[in-house]
Every structure is written in structure tokens, then in C-alpha cells.
């Protein structure tokens, strides 16, 4: 167990976005998280690495509400986060795009932007979804992301591209006033160009304010756009590096356990 005096964990509650301590996730006798300690600065971009398997995934449901933790303790923006589901987490702040994204290839672009939050108008005693003005917000929502050529948002998503659709993760955060953004493999099986456009949204993002957590097994694809790294190995705790203390070639050797830093 890693022991923090109750003056520095006061302190870095407050220092953090997110600060989680001591996290254990058991599924009956497995153990997926043993004794893990993560944190994210406000406005710091943190590359979170490991191997097929590390507890990656697994670290961030437990942010996020999708996981109960087994043992320790989660804070998010200076408070004790006890989210009961992923609903809680982004009402909080924490917005989350896993690599399929999560999007309804049948449903519009302008309902998968405001999934959960949806607009309506009342006409009468009854209320309809507006979906004139979810278009427009959507829209314009997506423009300031870069996202100018799309299709109508009254169109289906399953037509966008791999690229496009983190488009739609970034600009929801963007839009809701998200206090954390979280891309899983956010550039698993894009082109060349869209990986380079997607690791631009996410400078951006930080840019407007966001924190964000790149999930990924690519440390030279997130090596540019991250301020730190940590690395996990079979549930565990096994890196924690600043950017300017490492680099590509070495990450790698990190994230395969060839080296420990």
C-alpha cells in the first residue's frame, strides 16, 4: 500500500483534477488493479501506457463510474467521487471516448452529440425533441473542432470516419464544459492524416482548458501531445515519467519491461 500522510493527501486532492489512491478492482479471484495510484494535473495531459491487458481500461471505468473499486479512494476536482455510473461522471465533468466510441451507427449526428442530453420544446402539454436546434448547436459545436465538410447532422454516423467520430467526442466535451476528457486508443485504426488531425484536437482541447487522459500502447503517437506518462504492468503501478525525462524509444522499452524508470 502506498502511504500518504493525511497533510499531503490533503494537499494533492487539491493540487490534482484527479487523484485515485491505493485502487484494487477484483472480478471474484482475479485481480485487475492491485494498490494503483493515478493522477491528473488541471489542464495536463497524461499518457496513460501499457501493454494488452495492464489495467488501463479498468483504472479508467473506475474514474469514470463504470467500475465499483474494490479498495481505495477516488477524487475528482477536489471531491470524493463515489460515481454509480457513467451518467454521474460526465454530469461531473468527465467526458469519455472509448475506442468504439459509443456512438448509435443508426442515429444522427446531431442525437450521438447530445446523447443523455437531449433539447426539447414544448408545444402544448407536449414535448418533442428539438432537433432544429440540436443540428445547429451540433453544427457549429463541430466547426470549432475542425470539423467544417461534415455531413447534414440530421445524417447517420455510421458513414463518418474513425477520425470524424473523435471529432464528435472532443467537441461534446468542448461543448458541455468538460473538466476531463478521456480518449481510449483514440487513434486505433485511423490513417496517417486523421491520427495527426485527432492528436491536434487534443492539443487544442488542452488549449481551451481540458485535461485530457490519452489511453494507448503507441508511446510515439502520444509522446508529442502527453506532459507526463505512467505505465501499468499486470495491474500494478510501474512508471511515472515527465516528458522531458524520457522519449519515444524509451517508452517503449518501459511499456514492455524491458526498463523501469
Request: hydrophobic share 40%.
Amino acid at each position: 500500500m502506498i502511504l500518504v500522510s493525511d497533510q499531503d493527501k490533503r494537499k494533492l486532492i487539491q493540487e490534482n483534477l484527479v487523484f485515485m489512491q491505493n485502487i484494487g478492482v477484483r472480478f471474484g479471484k482475479v485481480v485487475a488493479l492491485d494498490d494503483v495510484a493515478f493522477s491528473v494535473g488541471h489542464n495536463e495531459v497524461v499518457g496513460l501506457l501499457g501493454d494488452n491487458g495492464a489495467g488501463k481500461s479498468t483504472l479508467i471505468k473506475c474514474l469514470n463510474g463504470y467500475h465499483k473499486v474494490s479498495s481505495g479512494d477516488i477524487y475528482f476536482d477536489g471531491k470524493h467521487a463515489d460515481f454509480n455510473s457513467p451518467a454521474d461522471a460526465r454530469n461531473a465533468g468527465i467526458e469519455t471516448a472509448y475506442q468504439d466510441l459509443a456512438l448509435v451507427d443508426l442515429m444522427t449526428i446531431s442525437r450521438n452529440f447530445f446523447m443523455g442530453r437531449e433539447l426539447c420544446k414544448k408545444i402544448g402539454p407536449f414535448k418533442f425533441l428539438d432537433k432544429k436546434k440540436m443540428d445547429q448547436i451540433s453544427a457549429r459545436s463541430l466547426a470549432e473542432v475542425g470539423l467544417r465538410n461534415i455531413r447534414a447532422m440530421h445524417e447517420t454516423v455510421n458513414f463518418l470516419s474513425g477520425g470524424e467520430r473523435q471529432a464528435i467526442a472532443i467537441g461534446r466535451a468542448n461543448h458541455f464544459g468538460a473538466k476531463l476528457l478521456i480518449l481510449d486508443e483514440p487513434t486505433a485504426a485511423l490513417s496517417v492524416t486523421e491520427t495527426e488531425w485527432v492528436l491536434r484536437l487534443v492539443n487544442e482541447a488542452k488549449q481551451s482548458g481540458l485535461a485530457v487522459i490519452l489511453i494507448s500502447h503507441n508511446a510515439y503517437e502520444v509522446y508529442d501531445v502527453s506532459d507526463r506518462f505512467v505505465v501499468l504492468q499486470h495491474g500494478k503501478n510501474y512508471a511515472n515519467i515527465k516528458k522531458e525525462e524520457t522519449d519515444p524509444k524509451e517508452l517503449i522499452e518501459v511499456i514492455a519491461g524491458r526498463l523501469q524508470k
